[in-house]
């Protein structure tokens, strides 16, 4: 083979994955049904992680079940990022609301993510700043969340825009809420989106999140996340689907 031949091919393989949009989820029941969606399904597991290549109404799409928390989210960005190089990666799933103007199973679309769990103010940093990138809010990309809010309004969901938190525990405590929303005047928390975020950022790949909430994340939200997981997970399914046709 020449060696013109090998640099046509790996061109042509390269714009072929930068057509890629790249799914993320932290759990299974937030990604069965995106995944039951995929026409042509193929698996790569790295990692223990295991990324689905197919297509969702005709578009190139890339997903996986990240698991739970900051740790895994970042390999699983990470990973994605090098091995599959998507356009774009949308983390969506379910999450704790933080504001009144959000219920059960309505939508929380994030402007920007932050680490509620990320302090290093005893060295006089402000709380929250994610050093090295010295930024404490991560942005989401404009146009991309513009795109979901017209998405989310057009399937009729309740919806708000704003700050989402992200930490390495489940916030079901009153006082621990209304920190997170004094603090950084978030309106709904979960465990993995600004994780996702911060490797998406420093990757320059342009990213969003979307969370249906499964909780009040309150004293009541043990009780309230078993019960309402399933009708949120189905929520954010549906602001997938209808998304990705919009892409
Ligand atoms: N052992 C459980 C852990 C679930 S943690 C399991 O493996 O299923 C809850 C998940 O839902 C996380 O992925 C998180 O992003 C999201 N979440 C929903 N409500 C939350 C809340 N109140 N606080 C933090 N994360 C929440």
Not at 157 to 168: C, H, L, Q, V
Not at 189 to 203: F, S
Not at 228 to 242: D, G, L, Q
């Amino acid at each position: 083979m020449s060696v013109k031949n090998l640099v046509v091919m790996s061109t042509g393989r390269g714009k072929e994955k930068k057509s890629m949009i790249g799914i993320i989820g932290a759990m299974s029941v937030e990604m069965e049904a995106i995944k039951g969606l995929m026409d042509n399904k193929q698996d790569t597991v790295i990692s223990g992680i295991t990324f689905t290549t197919g297509q969702i109404h005709g578009k190139d799409v890339v997903a996986a079940v990240c698991g739970i928390g900051k740790v895994f989210a970042g390999m699983c960005t990470q990973t994605m990022i090098l091995k599959f190089a998507p356009k774009q990666i949308i983390n969506v799933g379910v999450a704790g609301t933080l504001t009144k103007d959000l219920g059960i199973a309505d939508i929380a679309i994030a402007d920007n993510m932050v680490e509620h769990d990320m302090d290093t103010s005893a060295i006089g940093d402000p709380v929250g700043l994610i050093s090295g990138i010295n930024i404490i809010e991560i942005p989401c990309d404009e146009a991309l969340v513009s795109t979901i809010e017209n998405c989310v309004k057009s399937l009729s969901f309740n919806t708000k825009r704003g700050t989402i938190a992200s930490g390495d525990q489940f916030v079901a405590d009153k006082a621990k809420k209304e920190y997170i929303v004094n603090q950084f005047g978030a309106i709904a928390c979960e465990m993995e989106g600004a994780a996702i975020g911060q490797v998406c950022y420093v990757n320059k790949v342009p990213f969003a999140v979307i969370r249906a909430i499964s909780d009040s994340a309150d004293n009541q939200s043990h009780m309230d996340y078993p019960e309402f997981v399933k009708i949120a997970s189905a929520n954010s399914t549906k602001v997938m689907e209808k998304l990705i046709t919009m892409l």
